[in-house]
């Protein structure tokens, strides 16, 4: 691969001497940098194909980092980290010790705000604005927010309040939707550009001011505003924007520099709130992600010449495609059943009860909180709700889950994906915090599956419920156990012991784990080596504490085990059960530490931080000292 003129770009400052036809090149050799290097270590590639011209226009006609670059969500921004002197370090994205997905402030000064989550980033820009005119510092900013995110009500309260006179007036700023959704046809592309170009222009700018001067206060005012407002609603979809203060230009085709970098130059000094819509094509420039850009929305490693392919083997069965074969089943079994998702529809799982129960499907886009009251309206009217969401975007909606759900006692399961370290993505999409912001709520009940045929059963268990539920399942595979085909359920709120210790009492120190969800496989190979007795504990609340009294009288140590927060979290539930009994036992709490997990691979995270087998078995031992014996590597084959 050739990109002589991407080499020789080290910051964004050297866009600067390049001509508009070497602009161009630049664009072709970055798209086929970010196809090279997306095919070498898997990430997002549909999403960053599309944003090409559109990095390039904003980083030649802004003077980054000084004026402020946001971008929404985040996982459309590999071709700013090539330009930002991160094309180097692009064969390290996502790994551990290397390049974040997203971006970071940490990582890079041309990162000016830290993403991961959804329609954040007018609300960043505009704090941004905000301080610039408070400080006095004349500088421009830019929020980059794609056609999904603007589903978020987040945005709309930004532009509502971006739009509206403050304490310190108007924000000078620049919204550019980043509309991936349509295509242009030649015609109206060529005639939005010049529609674009006249309306960011000095002359229609100075023209409309005038106007508006010579007819303020006269009863023409109002006339000559409604007119303008509608003529231009008539070729351009931006009325709706100008009603919230903002200055509308586009829609103009994002991969064309000719549209793109004039636009930009005559929008980068005006004053006050300005809204620019571009369109692009997700995957543009290669043919297979244009014409699938879902499956090259995050694919793995690949060869771009050939494209994906299926996996020689089999994979194993993962716990998002438990649920999505459960929920089809169960929707079978009883017509009150409704899915619900917020833009996950793949993710969660969905696609096949989209297919067979299409008038049961709901995907609300990226509005959580709409999400869970959604459903809470459904639960009045005796359906039963599923809301499948990820783990970290379930805190999104953490007050309609109290307020809304919980409060009134009403039956919404809540399928709760990526639960635990989520491996590249992060710390911005790990689900550490569910187990202690979930079981802190009355009435609400959460469960932990060790594995996908227990998982199965947990989804029927919790759905079966006539109370607010949680099951909580991380993402991929488990350790391969086999499904069963029924819709079979687990004994409420009980948890079953799968090792028992072999040791006399006189052998030693006897502990016991205490596993809640998936490490209970680390838990059980940790567990031979200690002779140590194990439970997979199935449920956080309720808990069973008659299981968990029974071990601690006869068990010298405990060990709770969970891959999510320590503080609050399962083994701080053992705590209280062990407190309120009023019984001393020493306990081992093990799971993530109180510090947010970097990205990674799964399996060496997890390593990173004490919770696969070699790790618990240490942790164990350092707490237990010379009182714990060691078992002959015989005893433990």
């Known amino acids: ?309 299926p996996p020689a083997t089999a994979p194993k069965t993962t716990f998002t495609q438990v649920f999505g074969q459960w929920i089809c089943d169960m929707a079978a079994a009883d017509a009150r059943l409704v899915g619900i998702t917020p833009a996950m529809r793949e993710g969660s799982g969905l696609v096949e009860f989209e297919r067979r129960f299409p008038t049961r499907y709901h995907d609300v886009g990226i509005a959580e909180q709409h999400a869970v009251t959604f459903a809470a309206g459904l639960a009045c009217e005796g359906l039963k709700p599923v809301v499948a969401i990820y783990s970290t975007f379930l805190q999104r909606g953490y007050d309609q889950l109290i307020h809304d759900v919980a409060l009134q006692e009403l039956p919404v399961m809540f399928a709760i994906d990526r639960a635990g370290l989520v491996g590249a993505d992060g710390a911005t999409h790990a689900g550490a915090y569910d187990i202690p912001f979930l079981r802190c709520v009355p009435n609400m009940a959460v469960l932990t599956p060790s594995d996908e045929d227990e998982c199965r059963k947990a989804l029927t268990t919790a759905w079966r419920r006539p109370q607010p539920t949680a099951v909580r399942y991380p993402r991929g595979a488990g350790c391969g156990a086999p499904v069963s085909a029924g819709l079979d359920e687990l004994p409420w709120g009980q948890g079953v012991v799968r090792r028992e210790r072999q040791g006399a009492a006189a052998d030693g120190q006897r502990v016991a784990i205490l596993a809640f969800g998936t490490l209970l496989q680390a838990g059980l190979k940790a567990a031979e080596a200690l002779d140590a007795t194990v439970a997979d504990m199935r449920f956080v609340k309720p808990l069973d504490q008659d299981l968990v009294l029974r071990l601690a009288r006869g068990h010298d140590l405990l060990v709770t085990l969970e891959e999510g927060a320590i503080a609050g979290g399962a083994g701080s539930a053992v705590l209280e059960c062990l407190a309120a009994a009023g019984v001393t036992v020493p306990v081992l709490q093990l799971g993530l530490p109180d510090e947010f997990i970097e990205h990674g691979d799964h399996a060496r995270l997890l390593a990173g931080i004490g919770l696969d087998a070699a790790g618990i078995e240490a942790a164990v031992r350092r707490r237990c000292g010379p009182a714990l014996q060691l078992v002959r590597p015989s005893d433990a084959a």
């Open 1 to 309: 691969m050739s990109t002589p003129l991407l080499d020789s770009i080290d910051s964004p400052a050297d866009l600067k001497r390049l001509s508009r036809h070497e602009l161009r090149q630049l664009a072709q050799e970055l798209r086929q940098f970010v196809l090279h290097s997306v095919s070498k270590t898997g990430g997002h590639l549909s999403s960053n194909l599309g944003t090409v011209e559109l990095t390039v226009a904003l980083h030649h006609v802004y003077d980054t980092p000084r004026d402020r670059l946001v971008w929404d969500v985040g996982h459309q921004t590999y071709p700013h980290k090539i330009l930002t002197g991160r094309r180097g370090r692009m064969d390290t994205l996502k790994q551990l010790g290397g390049i974040s997905g997203f971006p970071r402030r940490a990582e890079s000064e041309y990162d000016t705000f830290g993403t991961g989550h959804s329609s954040t980033s007018i609300s960043a820009a505009l704090g941004m604005a905000h301080a610039a005119r408070l400080k006095g510092e004349h500088r421009r900013v830019v929020a980059v927010i794609g056609d999904g995110a603007m589903t978020g009500g987040m945005a709309f309260e930004a532009l509502n309040h971006g739009g509206a006179p403050g304490g310190a007036g108007l924000a000078d700023m620049l919204v550019i939707l980043n509309d991936n959704d349509m295509s242009i046809s030649p015609p109206v592309g060529a005639l939005n550009k010049h529609l674009a170009r006249l309306m960011s222009g000095r002359f229609y700018a100075a023209a409309r001011e005038g106007a508006k001067s010579v007819l303020k206060n006269t009863p023409l005012y109002e006339f000559a505003r409604r007119f303008e407002e509608h003529t231009k609603g008539m070729v351009v979809p931006g009325t709706i924007f100008e009603e919230l203060g903002f200055t509308y230009v586009g829609p103009i085709d994002g991969h064309d520099l000719d549209a793109l970098i004039p636009t930009l130059e005559n929008l980068r000094d005006k004053k006050g709130p300005q809204f620019l819509h571009v369109v692009t094509k997700k995957g543009y420039g290669y043919e297979l992600a244009e014409a699938d850009p879902i499956n090259y929305h995050g694919p793995g490693k690949f060869d771009p010449a050939v494209g994906l392919t």
